[in-house]
């Protein structure tokens, strides 16, 4: 299974038991419907994956559109930098 992102979407690469994930979601739900959620779990494969394409095994992992913007804290700086909202109006 290969790593995707959509250029017309939002992708968060998750876990159903990751409070850093269940806070990236709250926020993202709470400015976006482009939200598509595809959970790791059970699933070493794709999380190895996640490392080769983003140096990092740890979950949330974040694509707007094409742009990869990395992990939870990196999503909640970009929306205190007031980058987010625009980064999302593109798509």
């Known amino acids: 299974m290969a790593?995707?992102?959509?250029s017309k979407q939002v992708v968060m690469y998750a876990s159903k038991l990751c409070g850093y994930c269940m806070r990236a979601q709250r926020l993202l739900k709470g400015k976006?419907?482009?939200l598509k959620i595809i959970y790791t779990d059970g699933n070493p494969k794709m999380r190895s994956e996640l490392k080769s394409k983003t140096g990092s095994p740890t979950v949330p992992q974040i694509w707007v559109g094409d742009k990869y913007v990395g992990g939870c804290d990196d999503l909640f700086q970009l929306d205190g930098l007031k980058k987010l909202d625009?980064?999302?109006e593109a798509l």
């Open 3 to 6: 790593i995707k992102t959509d």
């Open 32 to 34: 976006t419907d482009k």
């Open 86 to 88: 625009s980064m999302l």
